[in-house]
């Protein structure tokens, strides 16, 4: 409906929007000049932030940068797995010797680490994405895994991204000797208002639409509701635009916002 009513060439804050369309905001470029820079020097990055501020997307954007050629990046989202199950992926995604014991399993994964990254071929970029839930016996795990040469060579890049309180996690007393290990950090901020008006004009050309389809009181709102968060900016700019092209509107106004955010 609303794609016809707007004349769209497709949905304007769908998730599926194309990386090289993101818009480049200041907290993604300072996550990528820092994550730029572990790809030269490699290391544990910790990357968080609030639910939906879009922590994944900046990653997807940084990921598709990466030559295939020269990195072999692995992509966790099921953190909620056990030691020996992050093994058996991360060696079976990383091309390691399979085994059916911890030890041997730890072994071949290392060389497979090391192989690829000694051999000047590809350096592995392993992602743990909703790492919060990782449970602390997984958690413990990693100070082991990322051990190479007796904790002198750093032959991957590991990204530790999920919510707030993972930091907090990482800083207690079972957990700070990985959080001593962490080379960079970055916590992904909110947008503010001015930032909020950028994001929903680029999403609105984007999608061949007029930034003024949406009235300056309307994205006002959309930031004072959405409090700068990602996700329900992009919800709530859906479901107003729906609640207009019902009406056969072709501005969105506050009103349609409040409305749209009633359901939050």
């Not at 994944?56 to 050629?69: F, K, M, Q, Y």
């Not at 990046?73 to 059916?100: F, K, M, R």
């Not at 092209?245 to 969105?252: G, L, P, T």
Request: aromatic share 6%; proline share 6%.
């Amino acid at each position: 409906m609303i794609e016809t009513f707007f004349n769209l060439r497709c949905m304007p804050f769908a998730k599926n929007i194309k990386p090289a369309d993101l818009l480049d905001t200041l907290p993604r470029q300072e996550l990528v000049a820092r994550l730029d820079h572990l790809r030269k020097h490699h290391g544990l990055f910790l990357l968080t932030g609030a639910p939906g501020t879009g922590k994944t997307t900046a990653l997807r954007g940084w990921v598709d940068t990466l030559p295939e050629t020269s990195h072999k990046v692995v992509y966790l989202p099921l953190t909620t797995i056990s030691p020996c199950d992050l093994y058996l992926y991360l060696n079976d995604e990383l091309g390691g010797q399979p085994a059916h014991r911890k030890s041997k399993l730890f072994s071949n994964l290392q060389a497979a680490i090391l192989d690829s990254a000694t051999a000047g071929r590809r350096l592995p970029v392993i992602i743990f994405d909703d790492a919060h839930y990782l449970p602390n016996k997984t958690i413990l795990e990693l100070p082991m895994l990322l051990n190479f040469q007796m904790d002198s060579f750093d032959p991957l890049l590991v990204v530790l991204s999920g919510h707030e309180q993972l930091a907090a996690r990482l800083r207690s007393p079972l957990l700070r000797h990985l959080d001593q290990r962490i080379s960079l950090r970055h916590e992904m901020p909110t947008l503010d208002e001015s930032t909020t008006r950028a994001y929903v004009d680029h999403r609105l050309t984007l999608a061949g639409a007029d930034p003024a389809t949406f009235e300056p009181a309307a994205v006002l709102a959309i930031h004072k509701v959405a409090r700068g968060t990602h996700r329900l900016i992009d919800r709530i700019a859906t479901d107003a635009l729906t609640l207009a092209a019902i009406d056969q509107r072709r501005r969105v106004t506050d009103e349609d916002v409040y409305n749209a955010s009633k359901a939050i």
